[in-house]
Every structure is written in C-alpha cells, then in structure tokens.
C-alpha cells in the first residue's frame, strides 16, 4: 500500500440511525450535523487510525443534498448507500487503508472481502449521556 491517506467511509444513514435523537424528523439536518462532527477526525483520525485520513460521508435519500465541508467529502449515492460505500471500499483494495463505519452485518462483509476494515457508530458519535444520570 502506499503511503496515501487511509480512507475512512461513513455510512451516514447506519451511523445517524444509531442514536435515537429524532433524527427522522430532519435527516437532512441530521446528516449535516453528523457531517460536521467528522471534520475534526480528518486530522486526528480514528482510534486505532492515525491522522490525518480521508473520511467520506456516504449519504443517501433526503440527505442527498448535504455538501462537502473541510475536511468530509460528501458522496450522495444515486441508489443504495451500502453499493456506493462498497465500490468505494473496492477501489480502495489494494491501493490504500480503508475503514468503513457502519453497524450494517451484510455491509460490513461485503467490504471486507474487499479488504476493508470495519468498525461500529460509536467509533465516531458516542451515546448521548443518560438522562437522569
């Protein structure tokens, strides 16, 4: 592998839904916020993936319309999300590191056949703390 950047996919639609925040009321809203949470990981990285790394934000649906910022590009899948995220993870094979966060079981294994490692929602938007805590 080169010494490019590690690729690091968002899948948007697995990682918004993964806290019960009212999410479905905005998803276009949700998604930016989501968006603009990443930037700073762009530089850090991710636990286990040094910075700085190239993280994309695959958004489908109602948050098709999210924009790019510093730091995330915004990928809007003209179908499914899941195939834009693999043929992403696929033309990363062989290439360069690549990460793809989702809790999705068939997503996950369909990029790791590509290589690809995996990791959960919480690696990049922990629990909100409980209330009443």
Not at 42 to 71: F, K, M, N, Q, T
Not at 82 to 91: H, P, R, S, V, Y
């Amino acid at each position: 592998m080169t010494g490019e950047k590690t690729l690091v996919i968002i899948d948007a639609a697995n990682v918004v839904g993964s806290v019960p925040d009212h999410w479905w009321r905005d998803r276009r809203g949700a998604a930016e916020r989501l968006r603009d949470s990443l930037v700073p990981y762009a530089a850090d990285g991710l636990p286990g993936h040094a910075g700085p790394v190239e993280i994309v934000l695959v958004v489908e649906g109602a948050a098709r319309e999210v924009a790019s910022v510093p730091g995330v590009r915004v990928e809007a899948a003209p179908g499914s999300g899941d195939d834009l995220i693999a043929e992403l993870a696929g033309t990363a094979h062989g290439v360069r590191s690549c990460v793809v966060v989702t809790a999705d079981r068939e997503l996950r294994q369909r990029v790791e056949a590509y290589g690809a490692r995996t990791t959960g929602p919480r690696t990049v938007r922990p629990l909100p703390p409980s209330r009443g805590a």
